[in-house]
T-cell receptor, first 111, second 116 residues
Framework: AQSVTQLDSQVPVFEEAPVELRCNYS??????LFWYVQYPNQGLQLLLK??????LVESINGFEAEFNKSQTSFHLRKPSVHISDTAEYFC?????????FGTGTRLQVFP | DAMVIQNPRYQVTQFGKPVTLSCSQT?????MYWYQQKSSQAPKLLFH???????NEADTPDNFQSRRPNTSFCFLDIRSPGLGDAAMYLC???????????????FGPGTRLTVL
C-alpha cells in the first residue's frame, strides 16, 4: 500500500527566507508525485508534479521539488518566500486512478 | 472561467437528518471525486465516478451515497449523519485521459458540514 508522510504540520518562516517542506512516500511500485496548495477559503490546486524525466520540477511561482528515489522523498523548496505563499501544502502520490494525500503542512509567512 | 463549484459552502444538519451536498463542473471532465477532509487530516477519497461508472472505496461507510445524473453534476448524500461525519467535503474532477494516475485534479472550494 502507498502512503505519504509530511512530518511538519506547521512551518513558520519570515518573508524572503528560504523554505523546505518535507514529503516522504512509501510504495513498492513506481509512483507519480504531486504537490497541491490550498490557499485560505479556496480548494486545492496543483502546484507541480513529477511523472518522469528530470527529477527536478518547477512551478510558475518559484517553487521546486526534487524526486529522490533512493530516499523516497519529494521535498518542496522555495529560495525566497512571500507573504502570499501562506497556505496549506499537500504532498500526494498516485500510481492508479486515485491520489493518496499527506496530512498537509501549513506554511505561515511572517513580515 | 471553467471551474468546480460546490454548494453550499457551509451546511449545518442535525444528527440523523439526511443531507445532500452538490458539486458541479464546467470543465466537461469525465471523472468526478468526493473526498472527506477532517481537521488536521489528509483528504480521504470516498468514491469517484469515471463517466457513469461508480467506484466506491472499500472503507467508505454505507451511510455515504453518491449520484451523478449527468456529466456536470455530482451529489453526495449522507443518509444519517453522525457527529463523526462533521468534516470538509471536497469535490474534484479530472479528464481521465491517462487512466487517472497522472491526471491533475481540479478541486472545488469544499463544503464544511457541521452536525449538531
Amino acid at each position: 500500500a502507498q502512503s505519504v508522510t509530511q512530518l511538519d504540520s506547521q512551518v513558520p518562516v519570515f518573508e524572503e527566507a528560504p523554505v523546505e517542506l518535507r514529503c516522504n512516500y512509501s510504495s513498492s511500485v513506481s509512483v507519480y508525485l504531486f504537490w497541491y496548495v490550498q490557499y485560505p477559503n479556496q480548494g486545492l490546486q496543483l502546484l507541480l508534479k513529477y511523472l518522469s524525466g528530470s527529477t527536478l520540477v518547477e512551478s510558475i511561482n518559484g517553487f521546486e521539488a526534487e524526486f529522490n528515489k533512493s530516499q523516497t522523498s519529494f521535498h518542496l523548496r522555495k529560495p525566497s518566500v512571500h507573504i502570499s505563499d501562506t497556505a496549506e501544502y499537500f504532498c500526494a502520490v498516485s500510481n492508479t486512478d486515485k491520489l493518496i494525500f499527506g496530512t498537509g503542512t501549513r506554511l505561515q509567512v511572517f513580515p | 472561467d471553467a471551474m468546480v463549484i460546490q454548494n453550499p459552502r457551509y451546511q449545518v444538519t442535525q444528527f440523523g437528518k439526511p443531507v445532500t451536498l452538490s458539486c458541479s463542473q464546467t470543465l466537461n471532465h469525465n471523472v468526478m471525486y468526493w473526498y472527506q477532509q477532517k481537521s488536521s487530516q489528509a483528504p480521504k477519497l470516498l468514491f469517484h465516478y469515471y463517466d457513469k461508472d461508480f467506484n466506491n472505496e472499500a472503507d467508505t461507510p454505507d451511510n455515504f451515497q453518491s449520484r451523478r445524473p449527468n456529466t456536470s453534476f455530482c451529489f453526495l448524500d449522507i443518509r444519517s449523519p453522525g457527529l463523526g461525519d462533521a468534516a470538509m467535503y471536497l469535490c474534484a474532477t479530472s479528464t481521465g485521459a491517462s487512466g487517472g494516475s497522472t491526471d491533475t485534479q481540479y478541486f472545488g472550494p469544499g463544503t464544511r458540514l457541521t452536525v449538531l
